[in-house]
């Protein structure tokens, strides 16, 4: 006689084959939903969203980008100058500064005077320095003497709000003809040098145009490229200069040569002003 009785089912008896089908006979979406959406497939569908032209391998969002051309073209962004790429700088502060190191530059933010620069690094190697992007082209005597005129007006002034500060080109003038010697008596070479200087900085947006082309705006950047020490020791560099020039005997100017270490260390720049730069 057979013995008929049912062999015992051990329910915690998995399946060898239990891929996408459970005990129950039910497929399992859940391991494919997650293979799609892992780490790998995340990143790769992350980096295509930033490509704005084909074969565009770049990591930077269309506004990061324009932040960092700006940057890359201009002495400075700020707040006024460039809304929008300022806005970027805030946002993307490490990502931009990455891409600039890159390059063998350094992006300085200055969040309460709503101004971020760039500057050429410094190899610490005394055997091969840095290949440069930016010229590194010392401010004239005049250049500096309106310089640290500008730095003094707006240290000064008191009044609220970034570039409100105003100065006309005479008040310039008569100001760095204050420096001239005695003995100098080319007044028209020495104005034409001083005009030179302040298309110069207003070149680099140091002084911003305004609606009368004889007065400027102050561009509140200056703080940041004078600090308080670096004007304290321009402004006895300048005093020592014209006390030497008051007794230089003849008919030229004793020359002092260029401040040291003041330099404009930066790329070609565009000068096309927007409305708003012209206001």
């Not at 971020?116 to 005394?126: H, L, N």
């Amino acid at each position: 006689m057979s013995d008929t009785t049912p062999a015992p089912v051990h329910d915690e008896v998995a399946f060898e084959d239990a891929s996408g089908v459970d005990a129950d006979g039910a497929v399992d979406f859940a391991g494919d939903i997650a293979g799609d959406f892992s780490g790998d497939a995340l990143a790769e569908r992350d980096e295509s969203t930033f490509a704005l032209f084909e074969g565009d391998e770049g990591r930077l969002d269309e506004p990061q980008r324009r932040a960092l051309v700006a940057l890359l073209r201009h002495p400075y962004v700020s707040a006024r100058t460039h809304v929008d790429e300022w806005r970027a700088v805030l946002d993307a502060e490490h990502q931009l500064r990455s891409r600039l190191n890159d390059l063998f530059l350094e992006l300085h933010v200055d969040r309460d005077r709503e101004v971020a620069f760039k500057r050429q690094a410094r190899s610490e190697s005394t055997r091969r320095g840095f290949p440069t992007l930016l010229r590194d082209a010392p401010y004239t005597r005049e250049e500096t003497i309106v310089l640290v005129y500008l730095r003094m007006r707006l240290r000064a002034d008191a009044r609220p709000g970034p570039d409100q500060v105003v100065v006309d080109r005479t008040e310039i003038l008569g100001h760095v003809s204050g420096f001239r010697p005695a003995t100098a008596t080319d007044r028209t070479r020495d104005e034409a040098r001083v005009a030179k200087a302040v298309e110069r900085l207003v070149t680099a947006r140091v002084l911003l145009k305004t609606s009368d082309p004889d007065r400027f705006r102050i561009a509140s950047v200056v703080e940041v490229l004078l600090p308080l020490e670096r004007l304290v020791e321009l402004d006895t560099w300048l005093t020592r200069t014209a006390l030497r020039n008051a007794t230089t005997d003849g008919g030229a100017a004793s020359d002092d040569g260029d401040p040291p270490l003041l330099t404009d260390d930066d790329a070609d720049t565009d000068t096309d002003e927007t409305e708003e730069d012209r206001a």
